[in-house]
């Protein structure tokens, strides 16, 4: 039996997030499953015969991680603020109930949802948070004469959008360099269109959690201070584990990433600093066909070059010389792969630590032109 459970309809920020609560929901109860990706929503096919084991699936993981959830949005990444994080508490403890999650999932069971939310819901609902769907703040500025409206959703799209960022989204906590410092949250997550098996969103899960990932994020997690956001999810790509990012590009999905900044200024408020939607394929393309012209080279027995390790480190070495713009003009050329690219790169890279990316790494990359 096949159960087709769809995404709300609240934008793709939120879509994705919730979809991953869902995702992260079934993967706990080892349930098989795919998604399919279309106008910003999803649908989850569900191996199982009906929706309570579903509601069941949520109940428990709601149960096992609800105070994580609230920890890591509250205090690790400050997303949330102390009163809405007892709201959230709430939420959380009522969604640990299979009977009070499914009266929410029948809503699921049609595309849509979202039509009995939003802005013109009728009132009982709760204003969703700026961290679960960043695009609500431009609707509160004077010049779009929008009348102030809240934009209400259930406790369910809360519950799953939260455990969604906790568990499947890269957060990146960082404080500005300003005075005094500014805590400054950086959300992504991996989006798609087309179908995508539930194995390879459980691998996304693993590899996001994973202590490795985690580490390599630490280490370049300062360049969101000097590089524009797009930039920085490159450099958080490359760090994803190899197998992944074979698996996803083999994926028959588009894969987009989609990323919010926030900032905490006076009065623990949260507000939105930055958001961006790209298309990586390409990039996760050029990452891939990096690895496999090292499987190559040992084919004819010369030595590997392991050419993402090599990125990774010529990447932390020039954020640690303070060099934005030579990391800049590498990552633009693993986008074009324009020779022309390839070359402002080298002799960035040579201008900043006085020697060039190498012969072996240059002629790997050099393979990305043809
Ligand atoms: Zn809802």
């Known amino acids: 039996m096949t159960l087709k459970i769809y995404t709300p309809g609240h934008g793709l920020f939120m879509d994705s997030l919730i979809m991953y609560g ?64 007892r709201k959230l508490t709430t939420y959380l403890n009522s969604m640990t109930d299979k009977k ?17 939310e939003g802005r013109w819901a009728p009132r009982g ?12 703040g431009k609707y509160f500025m004077k010049e779009f004469k929008y009348e102030s409206r809240n934009y209400e959703v259930c406790q369910l799209c809360i519950a799953l959008a939260a455990l969604g960022i906790c568990k499947a989204a890269v957060s990146v906590f960082t404080l500005t360099p300003r005075k005094p410092p500014i805590p400054t949250t950086h959300v ?57 990012l074979i ?11 989609s990323s919010a900044t926030f900032e905490v200024v006076r009065g623990g408020v949260v507000q939105v600093r930055g958001y961006e939607d790209m298309i990586v394929d390409r990039y996760l393309s050029s990452l891939v066909h990096l690895m496999l012209l090292d499987e190559e080279r040992e084919k004819r027995a010369e030595p590997p ?23 800049e003009a590498l990552y633009r050329f693993l986008n074009t792969r324009a020779p022309s690219d390839l070359y402002t790169a080298s002799r960035q ?17 050099a393979c990305l032109t043809r």
């Open 22 to 85: 869902l995702a992260c929901a079934l993967r706990e109860q080892h349930i098989k499953y795919d998604v399919l990706g279309f106008a910003q929503a999803f649908e989850v096919n569900v191996d199982v015969a009906d929706i309570s084991d579903v509601a069941s699936a949520i109940a428990r993981t709601m149960f096992k991680y609800k105070e994580d959830i609230n920890k890591k949005l509250s205090n690790q990444l400050r997303l949330i603020q102390r009163d809405s994080s």
């Open 100 to 116: 009070e999650v499914l009266k929410y999932l029948s809503g699921y069971l049609a595309p849509g949802h979202a039509r009995s």
């Open 125 to 136: 609902g709760q204003h969703v948070w700026l961290p679960f769907y960043p695009h609500i």
């Open 188 to 244: 992504i997550v991996l989006s798609f269109e087309g179908r995508v098996a539930g194995d390879l969103l459980n691998q996304i899960v693993d590899c996001v959690e994973s202590t490795a990932f985690v580490e390599s994020i630490r280490r370049v997690r300062e360049a969101t201070q000097s590089l524009p956001l797009g930039v920085f999810i490159q450099i958080v790509l490359a760090c994803l584990a190899p197998d992944l």
């Open 247 to 257: 698996r996803l590009h083999k994926a028959e999905a588009l894969w987009r990433a």
């Open 305 to 327: 070059v392991d050419p993402l390790e090599r990125l990774r480190e010529l990447t932390e070495r020039l954020l640690r010389e303070e060099e934005p713009a030579a990391v």
């Open 349 to 365: 890279v040579f201008k900043a630590l006085e020697e060039g990316i190498g012969r072996e790494f240059c002629e790997v990359l």
